[in-house]
């Protein structure tokens, strides 16, 4: 499975890593993904990784949708 938000589409970044002789290597910044149980539509759940910044987003329209309501 790949390491991909399946909401947001956040992937991996590539860089450097840069040493105190400004020696480079590269390395790779995950997204800080999270597996979570959805529920559909039709009411069944589903497990899928989303990022926690994503995760945050949700959550937070989900409560102001709430508060308007």
């Not at 149980?37 to 937070?60: C, F, H, P, Y």
Request: hydrophobic content about 35%; overall charge positive; some cysteine.
């Amino acid at each position: 499975m790949s390491r991909r938000c399946s909401v947001s589409g956040k992937g991996p970044l590539v860089g450097n890593n840069v040493s105190h002789a400004n020696n480079k290597t590269k390395r790779r910044q995950l997204p800080n993904l999270r597996s979570v149980k959805i529920t559909m539509e039709d009411g069944t759940t589903k497990r899928v990784k989303v990022a926690a910044s994503t995760l945050r987003t949700m959550k937070k329209k989900a409560a102001q949708a709430a508060a308007a309501n």
